[in-house]
């Protein structure tokens, strides 16, 4: 098979700076499998990393025929968590990929998965979500309790792209496991090995240094000299087992070993490792270095040094490079027998390279190698070269075709009015041009009171719009009743809804109808764009999309991740959710149904296409009312759900996002103070340095003979004229 179109999203690609193991994964798998097979690639690189790739980088992808995409992050987008998911989907929607490979790292491929299934793009490419390491998954392996709301919702996304995905790949079996015990996985799993650096002709054995010693003997290059920790230095990696198990050996046994840190020091810092380290066995070590500065390759030439042992005692792991590395390149490594690690080895050496991941085993077998005096022999790889390749190129194959929804059954549009006639001959006219063909608008006049806005609205209503129209009036009951009300005196089963100052997309209906019939779902939402304008035009101004992700109901108290106005509700969840609530001077009414749909367990979503043009007015409705009585019915949905002791939980956990939202705004202002004050300093040592080379050249001019008349000396202001009215490179006047 050849001539595939692939395309790689990814967070992190070999090139920049800060690249890690995912951009080793993404490099070696775009190469041998997509490229060198004789198919299109490119990498996407939605790292958002300001820096350019390197030279040397950019070079070899060109050699590779691999093109490279940066991410388009202009357009501002709301919220950030789902950000750059959502300009990725809209990067790469209308383009003929035969596969799609999505990095699972801050969810990048759920928009455009969400819009798959919601039969909307994509119908004829495969999206494949690869997994390196979710979000929940590390913090159980960090042991991180998370109170940023923002990280839950991201690492939902996360879940939720794999489970939309139509693969899913993972690189061991421990961690498709992990997360088919926790989440809804699709059943196309495949387990495949990361490709290898030498599948994609990188220089696989580093050059050997210190080959000889400062004698010019050869050097015995398995005499153990340094104990290398080799990793990120985080909780999961082991930073903490290897300080306990080094106290463990005590000082005399480790005296005269050098231990290095070689990784980027983070979270830890060289100091905080420091400290965990007793202070005699400190003293003891030939040397404690950290070395952070070094990409794959420095680390790889670094490691094959003489007399170093690789140290890897992961908690918790997937499938390490690091790992990979020291196997393919014949480095002698001691690894934790954790996570996807034991996969990696041949399984004649797994008891001889692979411990328990705890300080006592760790210092046991430390202690058998510095018994030994010698570093053990390389581990042999537990994979087959020959067998990863065409498991990715199997990839390649079609994927299972969507859903029928050609279907087309009648939609009621229910558009309620108040007094604002002006913008609503707008919002008519977004409705009855839709590209949707079975329509019918319900317009519910919620007791204006000007008799002539009345009257305007009449004649409008009775113009040759092209579409049925019904009008139904009522005394002011607010617009939740309103909503209600054009329910009652419409006939469709799907329900759609467009408020009397808003402006839709020609696609608006068909494209919630299309999301509805292919994902079953009882309500859809849509992105909304905000618009903070009194213009009568919404499209000519180019507004914030704010994208909800729909079945996100545990955030739904934190801010509105579920859905606003534009949506469309089967009139059955509806009926059953005891439709929009009718307080009087309360919104957040869609809100509220919404998650009252969700809660009763039926399916929410969210499809990610701007189509809902939302204007924010001085006078709108969410700025002329509370928040705390517009929040109120939405704490009040869960209220079924949860004990009386608990109850008060909804609304707790919205103060609590409220404060975090409010300190995030005043972190954001003392950064711009700093800056300001930052470039005031700047400013002020400029300033210094400059009087302060004036009053040396002042000095040196005083003090010669030419400024003296006589005995008796120019002033120092008049010195001071002269040094500022002297031509440049002219002499003392």
Known sequence: MTGRYCLVVTGSLLGHRTAGGIATATTFLAEPSCAAAGHEVTLFDASGD?????????????????????????????????????????????????????????????????????????????????????????????????????????????????????????????????????????????????????????????????????????????????LVFFGRYEERKGVRIFAQALNRLGAERLRGIGVTFLGRAVPFSAEEITELIDDDVVAALSALTFITDKDSLGARTYLSGPGRLALI???????????????????????????????????????????????????????????????????????????????WEALLEPPAPLPDTSDRPLVSVIIPHHNQLELFAHTLTSVTTQDYPNLEIVVVDDGTPDPDTVRGLQELLDEPWGRPIRFVRQDNAYLGAARNTGIRNARGDLLVFVDDDDIVEPHYVSTLVTAALSTGAAAVSSVLVTHVDDGADLFRSRGVPYVFVGDAVHLATSWNTIGGAGCLVRREAWEAAGGFHTRHGVGHEDWTLLVTIALSGRKVVSVPEPLYRYRIRRTSMLRSTTRWKNMRPVFDAFEPLLPPMLQSWPELIHGQQQMIDDLRVRVHELYGDLADAELARAQAEAATAEVARLRAELDALYASSTWKLGATALSPVRAVRAVRHRRPGAGAP
């Open 313 to 391: 005692p992961s908690l918790i792991d997937n499938s390490p490079n690091v790992v990979i590395e020291c196997i393919e390149d014949g480095i002698s490594f001691l690894a934790a027998a954790s996570g996807g690690i034991p996969e990696l080895v041949a399984a004649a050496d797994r008891d001889r390279v692979l411990f328990e991941p705890t300080g006592p085993a760790f210092a046991a077998r430390l202690d058998e190698v510095l018994t030994a005096g010698r570093v053990p022999a390389p581990a042999a790889q537990g994979w087959v070269d020959a067998e990863i390749l065409p498991a």
């Open 50 to 226: 300001q820096e350019d790739l390197s030279a040397e980088w950019r070079a070899w992808y060109r050699a590779k025929n691999i093109a490279v995409e940066r991410i388009d992050r202009r357009q501002v987008v709301s919220p950030p968590y789902i950000a750059d998911s959502y300009r990725t989907y809209h990067q790469l929607k209308g383009r003929d990929f035969d596969v799609i490979v999505f990095q699972d790292w801050r969810g990048l491929g759920y928009c455009s998965m969400s819009a798959k299934r919601s039969g909307l793009a994509f119908a004829a490419t495969r999206l494949v979500h690869i997994v390196h390491g979710p979000t929940p998954w590390l913090w159980e392996a960090n042991q991180t309790v998370t109170v940023d709301t923002e990280g839950f919702a991201a690492a939902h996304i996360e879940q939720r792209a794999a489970e939309l995905a139509d693969t899913v790949v993972g690189p061991s079996d421990y961690l498709l496991d992990w997360m088919a015990a926790r989440w809804s996985l699709p059943a196309d799993r495949r387990h495949i090995f990361y490709p290898t650096a030498s599948m994609v002709g990188l220089r696989v054995a580093p050059e050997r240094s210190d080959q000889t010693g400062a004698d010019g003997a050869p050097t015995d290059r398995r005499a153990l000299r340094e």
